[in-house]
């Protein structure tokens, strides 16, 4: 049984998944490679299944990087799949959440070469595409910066303005992992944003009103998906919310739960 998985030449920071899930995949027999998406010497043409992981530098290049999934699904299958990842590469998802009426953090799109009048509140402005804390700049009331870092991403391709969730200083963004079928952990991530190291800690219970807002966020992709990720917040009413929906190369923080590793090596082994 072979496997590639697909990383990038530079990652921005430590993948650690990475370790457990080649000791998991070795200890039942998958013989998995780990191939840059980015390398222009990478047979991707070799017909072989691809799990996209830590391709955490496709925001830069996104042509690049739809056109090199497909290539890559010409050989083999691809999770999770090319039309699950160019819906997902964009944020403005987050507006067709909300039209289903799923909870989100008040989000409003700026496209290309336009720009809006900005509310007098700490506000978060973050590019449309974009991963890990790529772009995100968070900015107190009537900041002139905000408006200049606006122009700065509308100027290469749409952004998000949001206002600042007072509840990620102590609730955290709290991200629930979704693995065939099932949620199986959540942990805690503190606040985010350009140029910050990603710090966790968990897992903690899932509630059933969070459990609710995950299942609901992905209600169209369940028989469609391997694995993601729905990262929450929680409003002025202590209500749950999505802050973004994972579905292109979230981590998965294996470490915080065996079992989730368990599952989701089962479910790779079962497919090849």
Known sequence: MKLRIATCMKLPELDADEQPLATALAACGIEASLVAWDDPNADWDAPRPTLLRSTWNYALDLDGFL?????????GPVWNAPEIVRGNVRKRYLLELAARGVPVVPTTLVERHT???LPEQRLVIKPEVG???LGTKVFAPGDPAAALH??????RGAALVQPFVASVDGYGERSLVWIDGEVTHAI???PRFSGDRESTTGPFPITEAERAVAHAALAPYVDRIFY???DLARDEHDQPMVMELELVEPSLFFAKSPPALDRFVSWLRRRL
């Open 67 to 75: 056109g090199w999934i497909d290539r890559a699904a010409a050989a």
């Open 115 to 117: 720009t809006i009048r």
């Open 131 to 133: 991963a890990g804390s």
């Open 150 to 155: 606006l122009a700065s991403l509308t100027a």
């Open 188 to 190: 805690r991530k503190s």
């Open 228 to 230: 993601g990720r729905v």
